[in-house]
């Protein structure tokens, strides 16, 4: 049971918008940065946020991160099929010592 | 190109051990931070440990404390996990990374009788 807390899917049509919603606590997404990986089950993760908002070199500028208190989102814009796959959140947790994963999120292009 | 490379895992029995390496290039090993995740199947990804650099810190989720060890050898640009008293729940796909931004595809431990 992870404290990081994601919607399980998100889905769109090619060209859309998706949001990605990460909920946590004062502990973590709180008082941290939060980071963002893609993964496809069987591969590396990807690495797409970090620092709440910046994009290593080479994640398309279609991924967007932002950060609002307790919580952090990830937007996928102009969404492409390649970008099927699942996304998780991640930070630091001071009252676990430990980083913690979102529980993962889905995302389909219809 | 940096690169991560897995490898040790395999099938063992409840209660066993096993140590997984991770094998580093295209990057100053000692420069980063380090760890591994894991993926359970039908489960999402999971943080089970990190080390320093140095590798004089090192940090464990509660779920592998105890249990597991990681360490490194900076003069081989390898990392080490550890694993002892495996349970069935330790069944998953073991990833190494460099904080943050390159993992290696995983290697597959499969904890069964």
């Known amino acids: 049971q992870s404290v990081l807390t994601q919607p399980p899917s998100a889905s769109g049509t090619p060209g859309q918008r998706v949001t990605i919603s990460c909920s946590g606590s004062s502990s973590n997404i709180g008082r941290k940065p939060v980071r963002w990986f893609q993964h496809l089950p069987g591969t590396a993760p990807k690495f797409l946020i970090y620092n709440n908002t910046q994009r290593p070199s080479g994640v398309p500028d279609r991924f967007s991160g932002s950060k609002s208190g307790t919580s952090a989102s990830l937007a996928i814009s102009g969404l492409q099929s390649e970008d099927e796959a699942d996304y998780y959140c991640?930070?630091?947790?001071?009252?676990?010592?430990?980083?913690?994963f979102g529980t993962g999120t889905k995302v389909t292009v219809l | 190109e940096v690169q991560l490379v897995e490898s040790g895992g395999g099938l063992v029995q409840p209660g066993g051990s096993l140590r997984l390496s991770c094998a580093a290039s295209g990057f100053t090993f000692s420069d980063s931070g380090m760890s591994w995740v894991r993926q359970a199947p039908g489960k999402g990804l999971e943080w089970i440990s990190s080390i320093t650099g140095s590798g004089d810190g090192t940090y464990y989720a509660d779920s592998v404390k105890g249990r597991f060890t990681v360490f490194r050898d900076n003069s081989k640009n390898t990392l080490f996990l550890q694993m002892n008293s495996l349970r069935a729940d330790d069944t998953a796909i073991y990833h190494c990374?460099?904080?943050?931004?390159?993992w290696g595809r995983g290697t597959l431990v499969t904890v069964s009788s």
């Open positions: 991640a930070a630091w947790d001071d009252n676990l010592n430990g980083h913690v």
């Open positions: 990374g460099k904080h943050w931004d390159c």
